[in-house]
């Protein structure tokens, strides 16, 4: 198996401490169960919001919202939709479109 972790000794003390401190009160003791809450953070990480010209066209749903801006655009609630022709969100209820994009998260 490849080492996935770097050298230990370039990590910041304080970003070590912080991190130790929240996995303490999470109560995550066991090598089980930090590698379980590790794995489910990578999975979080990968879910990132995407420019909207980057969403997918077809059936496939995924979620979509609108970023505010300085100048007063609404920030929307997040929607499940699909994009059956290019520019063309089903299923959203706003008049102005979505700015980002995101598959579907998994369950935990």
């Known amino acids: ?14 970003i ?9 009160a999470e109560k995550l003791h066991g090598k089980a169960e930090i590698a379980r809450e590790l794995a489910w953070r990578d999975e979080q990480l990968k879910m990132k919001w995407q420019p909207i010209a980057t ?13 505010g801006d300085d100048e007063g655009m609404y920030t929307s609630d997040p929607w499940c939709v ?15 479109p979505p700015t980002h994009w995101m ?3 998994t369950g935990r």
């Open 16 to 24: 070590l401490d912080t991190h130790i401190q929240a996995m303490t």
């Open 82 to 96: 699909w994009q059956g022709t290019k520019d063309v969100f089903s299923r959203w209820p706003y008049t102005f």
């Open 55 to 67: 969403a997918p066209v077809g059936m496939e749903m995924f979620i979509v919202k609108t970023f």
């Open 103 to 105: 598959s579907i998260p």
């Open 1 to 14: 198996m490849k080492t996935q972790y770097r050298n230990y000794d370039e990590i910041d003390l304080d």
